[in-house]
Structures are given as structure tokens and as C-alpha cells.
């Protein structure tokens, strides 16, 4: 028989909203470092598209971690290096 973890609903939460705004980061670092600028010809569709695969495989994997705990730190983190990651390229490209 399967072993029912109780923290699935943090694990879930923090897929949802951190998985999310993770997404939105990568997203944007993608449209502000990739080829092309911010100025390359339809890049605001792909970079639309590409939000959808990055937060359902942070969603999808978040259930790897330990606890719900540790995902919501790791994903804080990791929200933190990408916000800042993208702060830092739209202030050193333009």
C-alpha cells in the first residue's frame, strides 16, 4: 500500500503560485537576453508560449522534494535568482 504524505497540498501550492512566477522570470530573461533583444520580430509569442511548459514542469517536479518545506524554499530561491537574474539584465542590455 501507498504511503499517503500529508504535505502534497503545500508541494501543490508552492508548484502552483512559485511554479508560476518562476516561469514568468525564466520567460522574460529569455526575452530580454535571447537572441534579438527585446526587439526581435515575433519573440513576444514564443516567450507567451513558453511560460506554459516551464510552469508545468516546475509543478509536475515539485513533488521530488522532501517536504513541502523544502519546495517552497527552493523555489523561493530560486524565484529570487531569477527576478534578480532578470532585473539585472533589463538594467545591464538597455
Known amino acids: 500500500m501507498t ?3 500529508s504535505d502534497w497540498l503545500s ?5 502552483s503560485v512559485f511554479g508560476f512566477t518562476l516561469a514568468i522570470a525564466v520567460a522574460g530573461l529569455f526575452a530580454v537576453a ?3 533583444g527585446l526587439e526581435a520580430r515575433n519573440k513576444y509569442q514564443f ?13 509536475s517536479l515539485v ?7 523544502a519546495a517552497l ?5 530560486a524565484n529570487l535568482l531569477a527576478f534578480g537574474g ?9
Open 73 to 77: 524554499l527552493w523555489l523561493g530561491g
Open 86 to 94: 532578470l532585473y539585472l539584465c533589463r538594467r545591464l542590455l538597455h
Open 11 to 15: 508541494k501543490s501550492v508552492a508548484g
Open 47 to 59: 516567450v507567451m508560449w513558453l511560460v506554459a511548459p516551464i510552469w508545468l514542469c516546475v509543478a
Open 3 to 5: 504511503e499517503f504524505r
Open 63 to 69: 513533488f521530488f522534494f522532501r517536504s513541502g518545506r
Open 34 to 36: 535571447g537572441p534579438g
